[in-house]
């Protein structure tokens, strides 16, 4: 056993080929439209539960959720029932209707 071999548990990857660093889910996100708007993924949908950035997405993928906004202003957060928009860092590949969990980062 090599002193860094504790490394290699941090890197333990999930089912989906993706490491999530929290288990903790914090809410879900449904897809009601998927668009590519400067080359970064962009999911436009329905919250449930509290989104901030920086927290992940995991659909097909996991993805880093870099911005939030809602009536094409920028928010520190989105709540439960808000209808907003999340530019991501990565794809998760999602298609309408879709339903995408959301942990903390």
Do not use: C, N
């Not at 993706?18 to 970064?40: M, Y």
């Not at 808000?82 to 530019?87: G, H, P, S, T």
């Amino acid at each position: 056993m090599g002193p860094f071999d504790f490394l290699k548990r941090l890197k333990k990857e999930d089912a989906g080929g993706e490491f999530i660093a929290s288990r903790r889910l914090v809410g879900r996100f449904l897809v009601e439209e998927v668009l590519t708007v400067f080359g970064r993924e962009t999911l436009i949908g329905m919250v449930e539960g509290v989104i901030y950035p920086g927290y992940k997405v995991k659909g097909r993928a996991v993805a880093l959720i870099r911005e939030i906004q809602r009536d094409r202003k920028r928010v520190d957060f989105a709540v439960d029932g808000d209808r907003v928009a999340l530019i991501l860092e990565g794809k998760t590949s999602a298609k309408k209707g879709d339903v995408l969990e959301v942990y903390q980062s």
